[in-house]
């Protein structure tokens, strides 16, 4: 499932790779100004498109709500991610031992991300929470809400919430030429949410470790 808004550069690559790795394609057209959505079709993908722009963490839930049962896979429109690891994230899946795992990136590119996740961490080992690389049960997905700006340290704590299991695979994020990354001034609200939510899990943990059996 990839969430697109105004990749008309980039997204027939992607779609064009991930044919190779999964049986169902679903783009997610955030109301793009440009010709993302139809080029997407042009690939071979099944496109949803928004008349209005529902934002980055909408657009992932309206994708979920769309896709088959089985396994789903997040990948960002804009080409970053290795999807040849594909199969590495959904192995533990399939075999039972995770419910979402995610790619791991070696290097997380903007300062906010790492505090987020640092900040996440308070509720437990979090990893890469601001990962748009990551593979699921498909009933798990359809499930979550996820609130915040951002997918940064929300979504796995929202996994996290629901007693699922969640492992990581390292990878190598690719270049892509022309991407600047913008200062997310949005973070400092979605770090403060980030905690609310991980002192909750936290206590929840506590109360669950101390109590009575």
């Not at 064009?16 to 997610?28: G, N, S, T």
């Not at 949803?48 to 934002?55: A, V, Y």
């Amino acid at each position: 499932m990839v969430p697109a808004r105004n990749e008309s550069a980039r997204i027939g690559a992607t779609i064009a790779d991930l044919r190779r790795w999964v049986d169902e394609i679903v783009v997610v057209d955030d109301a793009s100004d440009d010709a993302t959505g139809s080029i997407a079709a042009a690939a071979g993908a099944t496109v949803i498109r928004s008349d209005g722009r529902l934002g980055y963490i909408s657009a992932v839930q309206r994708g979920f709500r769309a896709v088959s049962d089985g396994i789903v896979v997040t990948v960002d429109a804009d080409g970053e991610m290795p999807v040849e690891r594909i199969p590495e994230l959904v192995a533990p899946i399939a075999s039972g031992a995770a419910d979402m795992v995610q790619g791991h990136r070696s290097a997380v590119p903007r300062l906010s991300e790492r505090a987020v996740s640092a900040i996440a961490s308070i509720a437990g080992p979090v990893g890469d929470s601001g990962t748009g690389f990551r593979a699921l049960r498909a009933d798990l997905a359809r499930e979550l809400e996820i609130p915040g700006s951002c997918i940064c340290g929300t979504f796995t704590l929202s996994v996290m919430a629901r007693g699922a299991t969640v492992a990581e695979v390292a990878v190598e994020a690719r270049r892509v030429p022309g991407r600047r990354r913008r200062i997310a001034w949005n973070r400092l609200g979605q770090a403060l949410l980030v905690a609310r939510m991980a002192i909750r899990a936290r206590r929840r943990r506590v109360r669950v470790r101390t109590g009575p059996a």
